[in-house]
């Protein structure tokens, strides 16, 4: 009796968990420092549910969000995941939230 209930809340967790990944958050913004260029911040959240990213990568989706603006020349110089705890991120491939947040540079500023 006692193994249905874990299955049964481990079943319940996964779903509440893909529909929390389904409907994912992000953001983007953008700051000119010039008529022709500036910088850019990406950010997203993901649900891991055993293994799986939901919807996908929160990286990736970060950096999907700031590509899709069609700004020219787009840089990225910095690119974090958290939380992050090194060798144990395992841990949070059972289950975890992760927020991604990609930084850089777009456009051309006219120095060479």
Not at 24 to 31: H, I, T
Not at 39 to 63: E, N, Q
Not at 102 to 107: K, P, S
Request: hydrophobic share 45%.
């Amino acid at each position: 009796m006692r193994s249905r209930t874990t299955l049964g809340l481990l079943l319940t967790v996964s779903i509440l968990a893909t529909g929390l990944g389904s409907s994912s958050c992000a953001s983007l913004s953008f700051d000119r420092d010039t008529q022709t260029s500036g910088t850019f911040r990406s950010s997203a959240i993901a649900v891991t549910v055993l293994g799986w990213d939901l919807p996908k990568r929160a990286v990736d989706i970060a950096r999907d969000n700031a590509s899709d603006a069609g700004l020219v020349n787009m840089n990225v110089e910095d690119a974090s995941v958290l939380p992050h705890l090194g060798w144990f991120d395992w841990i949070l491939d059972i289950f975890g939230i992760r927020f991604a947040t990609v930084r850089g540079t777009w456009g051309y500023d006219g120095k060479q």
